[in-house]
């Protein structure tokens, strides 16, 4: 179950459901995921991608295939891109050498290297 449910019963706006229930320490590694319309702090994990952090916290990212080749779960790395493995092959394929330059990856595809800050947008073509 949601924790965020858990707590208040009902479904909250997502602004004060992070400010109320996502509240972290100055210093602490968080990870701030921006959906179509959900935005959530949540504590990042090694290994695991852009895209299943915000599939396990309820986080309204959009994708399809989870290979790589959609790029629905398209998204612009604002801070942290260096906190993340390199890119993948898929990605190299589907994206643009300037789409790289302005920090977009596959949500899928780039996963958490180390902890630490990192805040991406779910900012697919359409």
């Known amino acids: 179950m949601n924790p965020f449910r858990k707590f208040f019963g009902k479904k909250k706006p997502a602004a004060?459901?992070?400010e109320t229930m996502e509240r972290t320490t100055p210093g602490e590694a968080t990870m701030l995921l921006k959906g179509r319309t959900i935005e959530k702090t949540?504590?990042?994990e090694p290994g695991k991608t852009i895209?299943?952090?915000a599939k396990d916290?309820?986080?309204d990212w959009?994708?399809?295939c989870r290979r790589?080749?959609?790029a629905r779960c398209r998204c612009q790395v604002i801070e942290g891109a260096e906190l993340l493995?390199?890119?993948t092959e898929a990605e190299l394929r589907r994206l643009d050498p300037e789409e790289f330059d302005e920090g977009f990856r596959l949500g899928c595809q780039?996963?958490?290297k180390e902890q630490g800050k990192i805040v991406a947008r779910n900012k697919t073509y359409f």
Request: proline share 8%; net charge negative.
């Open 57 to 59: 916290h309820e986080i």
């Open 68 to 70: 790589g080749t959609c």
């Open 85 to 87: 493995e390199e890119p």
């Open 16 to 18: 004060e459901a992070v």
């Open 110 to 112: 780039a996963v958490v």
């Open 42 to 44: 949540v504590v990042p």
């Open 51 to 53: 895209l299943q952090h």
């Open 62 to 64: 959009q994708h399809m």
